[in-house]
Every structure is written in structure tokens, then in C-alpha cells.
């Protein structure tokens, strides 16, 4: 069952009092606007704390980014297409994602069967795991039929992204 976003704050703002972490007037709005999204930028965080309080700077919000990464609240992934995504994935179950490279949609899921397979490779290589992502490209079904229109058009690939520190 999905947790509403107060009680995701409720969670966070409990495990930041635990660690003794300062939760400003400012980190409060970054963190509550944080949790409120299933995956976001750094850049859609700062708009939407800007539109919430406008005197929150750009370094704030990297700056509790990267405190909440520490803690473990979030994570950070690099899609590969496009800026890396944030997710708040503290008490949350473990997923893997579908991300389309067109219009940049992610879908989360969980599937046992890979999970299972993962695991017999483990065992089999005697690894100790750690963690691990599982992310899969393509289109969404709604960009593969705007591709399936246009395929007279010739595109270019999607562009990797180079990671840029803005602080």
C-alpha cells in the first residue's frame, strides 16, 4: 500500500531527528517537496521548491540532495538518457525500471523470476551482493507508436548524458 506524503515526511523527518541531522525551515520544504515525487531532477526539485518559496537557493536543495542520498532516503540513478533521477526509496521494496528514452516516463515493477535468476548467478560466481539496479531502455508504447508513424524520419540516437555538478 502506498504511503501518503506526509507520512513519508513523517518517516524521513523521524530518521533525521534519530541521526541528529538539523531540519531547518529551508530542508524542511526541500525534504516535504522531495518526498512528494516518485522519481525527479535535481533541476524539477529546485523549480518546485522555488515555487513553494522562492528564497531556497539552488545550493540548498543540492546540498539536502546529498544529505538525504547519505542517509540512505534516496537514491540517485543515472538513467543514461537524460539528467540522473532521484527516488525516495527509504522503507521502500526493492523494484527494478522500465525507462522510455523518448519521453522519459519510468515505470517501476518487480519481477521474481528475475530476482530468482539473480540469484543462481550468484551462488554460481560465489558472490556476496551488495545491491544492484535493473534498469531497462526502450519506448513506452505511446512514443514506439509516434515512432512507428514517423519512421520515414530519420533520427538520431538518443544522446548519453555527461553528468554536471551545479551547486
Known amino acids: 500500500m502506498a504511503r501518503s506524503v506526509e507520512e513519508r515526511f513523517a518517516q524521513v ?5 534519530q541521526r541528529s541531522v538539523r531540519l531547518t525551515a529551508s530542508r524542511r520544504v526541500v525534504v516535504q517537496r522531495a518526498v512528494a515525487f516518485l522519481h525527479f531532477t535535481a533541476e524539477e526539485l529546485v523549480k518546485d521548491v522555488r515555487r513553494a518559496d522562492p528564497s531556497i537557493g ?3 536543495v543540492y546540498r539536502t540532495l546529498a544529505l538525504l542520498q ?3 532516503v534516496i537514491e ?4 543514461r538518457y537524460g539528467p540522473p533521477n532521484y527516488e525516495v526509496t527509504f522503507a521502500k521494496t526493492h523494484h527494478d525500471h522500465l525507462m522510455c528514452v523518448t519521453c522519459g516516463e519510468i515505470i517501476e515493477f518487480q519481477e521474481p523470476r528475475v530476482e530468482q535468476l539473480q540469484d543462481e548467478v550468484v551462488r554460481r560466481y560465489g ?3 551488495l545491491s544492484h539496479t535493473y534498469k531497462l531502455y ?3 508504447s505511446k512514443c514506439h507508436r509516434a ?3 514517423a519512421r520515414w524520419v530519420k ?4 544522446q548519453l548524458h555527461v553528468e554536471e555538478i551545479v551547486a
Not at 13 to 17: A, F, H, Q, T
Not at 76 to 79: E, R
Not at 155 to 158: D, E, F, K, L, T
Open 70 to 72: 547519505d542517509m540512505g
Open 76 to 79: 540517485k540513478h543515472d538513467f
Open 58 to 60: 539552488r545550493a540548498t
Open 147 to 149: 515512432q512507428e508513424k
Open 13 to 17: 523527518e523521524g530518521l533525521m531527528r
Open 138 to 140: 526502450g519506448f513506452c
Open 127 to 129: 558472490y556476496q551482493i
Open 155 to 158: 533520427r538520431a540516437p538518443p
